[in-house]
C-alpha cells in the first residue's frame, strides 16, 4: 500500500521524556522525571460523590454530546475564578491545557511562522507546535529574568511568544512583578501577542504569584489553564481565555479535533467544585508541595558536591539543577538509572542551544524518604561520573581531618 | 495585537450543522437534525457502580496521567472484540472517533494532498480534513454502490479515500459484500489506502453487516471505532487501528493533541464492558432504533406527497430523503422549523456538487409519537413549499372521488 505520509509527519519526533521514561521503567526506581502530580492529592471521595450526583440526577444530558465551548456552569466557574474581568463566551473547555496548544498551533501557525519560547520551555508546547511547521526561537533569559532586548530582536513578524510565568516546567521559577510589567509593555508596544500558559499557578508556596500578564491585556493574550493540578490530570480538562477575534476559529478548531471534551468530566469537576471546594483543597497541595521541596532542597545541600547548582522554586512542582563545568545530564542519566533513580536531563526542553549540564528533578510524585535516597544516589552518580573530582573531595576532606 | 491567523483558519467554517441547529433550538422543536444516540440506551447504573468501583479499588491510577496509547486492559478489549486479528499493540484509543480523523489528517495530508471521500460522507470528517488543506474529492455512487471507475479515475497520488461502509452518516446506507470485495480489491491494486470509519457497525436491525474493508487487508487500512454509539457519546472515547508503519507517527501525533485520553473514562469503560457487556446491551440499543426506523417508514409512506423518495436504513440511524424534481430542502428548512420540527439539509454532507434536494433524518432521537407529528409536519411543509403540486394533488384527490 502506498501510505504517503504528510511532510509534517518527518518533523514529528517522539517524546524524548517518553523514551527516557522507558529507559527508566525498572521496579523500585526512585523517579524525579515524570511532571506527575502526587495521587496523594486527588480528591478521590469527592470525585466518588460527584460521579453518583452527576449521574444519578442529570445522567443522560452527562452522557450525551454537548456544546464545543463546554458545560456552561463550568466555563462560568472558570471565568468567575480569574483575576480579571472574563466573559465565559470567552472560556474554550479543552481536553487538557494540551490540547489548547494544539489548536493555538492550528490557528495561529503557519508553515515557516516564528514562534517564540522562552529558554528552556514546555516540552509539550514545542511538540505541539512542531506540527504546523513553525520556526521556533528561543528569547534568552538573563539574570533579571527575560531578555527584553533578545525579544525585540526576535519579534519581527512572530506569530505570538509563549510564555510560563509561574513556577515553569521545567525551571520551577517565575517572572516577578516588574518582568511581567516590563514584557506586557514590550509586547503591546511590539504588537506581539502572548500565548500564556499556567497550569502551576494556584500551586504558590508562600505568596501568590503576581497578576498574569493577560490580565494586563487580555486582548493581546490567549491565557491556558488546567484543572490537572488541582484536581487530577487523568480527567483530562482544561481551558483557555481567548479574545473575541480569535475564540470563533478557536471553537472551529476544537469543533474538528474532538467535538467537545467529554460532558460527563466537566459534570463532575463542575460539581466539585461548586461551593468553593478549592479554596479547601488547593492549600493541602501547597503545603505538602512546599513541604516536599524543603525536603529536597534539603536533600540536594546535603549530597551534592561542589559545584553542583540549583534553585529555589516559590511554587510547582520542579527543581532545576545545573551540574559543574564539564558535566552532562545526558552522560549521567544512565549512571543514575544504575543507582535507581531517574530524572530528565535539561536539553530535552530547549528549543535551541541547549544547556547541556542541566536536568529537570520533580519533587512532588515521591515520598520525602525517596527524596533523600534519591538525591544521594544522583550525587554518588555525579561522583562517579567525575572521579578526579570526587577524588579531590576527597582529599579536601582528609586535609580537612 | 498583530493577531495573524494561519491561512488553513481560512478555509475553516463554522458546521453547517451547528448553525442548522442554532435555528432549530425553539422550545418544543421536534428534532430530526441531530446524530444524537437516544439517551435512553445510556446504561447509566452500570456507569455509576462502575464509576465507584473504578475510584475505589483505582482511584490513584485513575486519576492520574497515563499513557498516551490507551488503557492496556481496553486496548485488549478492543482487540478482541474485532472480527479480524488485531494486536492489542496496534489499538489506538482516541477522544471520540473524531479524534482519530484529526491525527489521520496530520499524519497523512499535506496541502493539496488528494483526499477521496463518499458521495455524500460524514460532515465531521470533512471538518477534520479541511485544516490540513487536502483537495476533497467526491467518489460516483451508481446504483450498485461505488462506482469504482470514477475511484480509479480519481485514485492517483490520494492519500487516501474515506469511506463508512456500515449504515452511513448521512445516507444510511451499506456497501454490499459484492460492493466491499470490489472495492478492497481495486483499492489494493490501485495501491490506495483506505481509511474505514465504523461508527455505526453494531447498529444492525436484521442481520450483521458483510466484513470490514480493514478485516480484508490491515496493512492496506486505518480503521476507526467508537464506543459513543453502544456505549455514550458524553465520554468521548474512540479507537483506531492501524498498520505498524503508521502507529508511531499517529502516536506521536496524539501525544500531542491531548497527551492521552482521560484514563478515568477509559477505566469505567472496561469496568462496565467485562464480562460480555455489550453482547447484552446493544441487543436493546438495536431493538430501540429498529422499532423507531419502522415508526419513521411507517410515517413517511402515510404522510409524505408523490415525488418524494426516501431508502430503507438496515441499521444506524438514519433514514436518507430525497425532494422532487425542483425542490429544495435549504428552503424547506425555515418553512418545517415554523412548523416545529428539524432536519439536516443533505448539501451539507457532500465535498463537491451537493444534491440540494437530498435531506437527512435522525430516527433515534425523538419518540414515536414526535415522528408522526414531525413527519407530518415535513410533509405539510413540503406541500407548503410546493402549492402547485399540493393543489395538483387535491385536484387527484377530488377525481378520485
Known sequence: MNWTQARRAEKMN?????????????????????????????????????CEKVLRDDGQAALQYAASEGYAPLREMVAAMLPWEVDPAQVLITTGSQQGLDLIAKILIDEGSR?????PTYLGALQAFTPMEP???????????????DLKAKAEGARFFYVLPNFQNPTG???????????????????????????????????????????????GCVYLGSFSKVLAPGLRLGF??????????????????????????????????????????????RALYKS?????????????????????????????????????AIELLPRAVE??????????????????????LSFVTASVEQINTGVAAIAAAINALNPEREQSREDALLVAK
Open 240 to 285: 483557555m481565555v481567548a479574545p473575541k477575534s480569535l475564540y470563533p476559529k478557536l471553537l472551529q478548531a476544537k469543533q474538528a479535533a474532538d467535538l467537545h471534551s467529554p460532558s460527563f468530566n466537566q459534570r463532575m469537576v463542575a460539581e466539585v467544585m461548586k461551593d468553593g471546594f478549592l479554596e479547601r483543597h488547593v492549600p493541602t497541595i
Open 173 to 219: 521559577r517565575t517572572m516577578s512583578e516588574e518582568s511581567r510589567a516590563a514584557l506586557s509593555a514590550q509586547a503591546s508596544a511590539l504588537g506581539l501577542p502572548i500565548v500564556e500558559d499556567n497550569p502551576y499557578g494556584e500551586l504558590w508556596f508562600d505568596e501568590p504569584p503576581p497578576l498574569p500578564l493577560t490580565a494586563r491585556n487580555p486582548e
Open 14 to 50: 517522539p517524546s524524548v521524556i517518553r523514551e527516557i521514561l522507558k529507559v527508566t521503567e525498572k521496579p523500585g526506581i526512585i523517579s524525579f522525571a515524570g511532571g506527575l502530580p502526587s495521587p496523594k492529592t486527588f480528591p478521590i471521595s469527592e470525585f466518588s460523590a460527584a
Open 135 to 149: 520556526n521556533i526561537l528561543s528569547v534568552a533569559s538573563n539574570a533579571n529574568g527575560l531578555d527584553l532586548q
Open 115 to 119: 514562534v517564540l519560547v522562552e529558554t
Open 292 to 328: 516536599q521541596r524543603d525536603a529536597m532542597l534539603t536533600a540536594m545541600t546535603r549530597e551534592m558536591p561542589a559545584g553542583v547548582e540549583w534553585n529555589t522554586p516559590a511554587g510547582g512542582m520542579f527543581l532545576w539543577v545545573r551540574l559543574p563545568q564539564g558535566m552532562n
Open 339 to 360: 543507582r535507581n533513580v531517574a530524572f530528565v536531563p535539561g536539553w530535552a526542553f530547549y528549543a535551541d542551544h541547549p544547556d547541556t549540564r542541566t536536568l529537570r
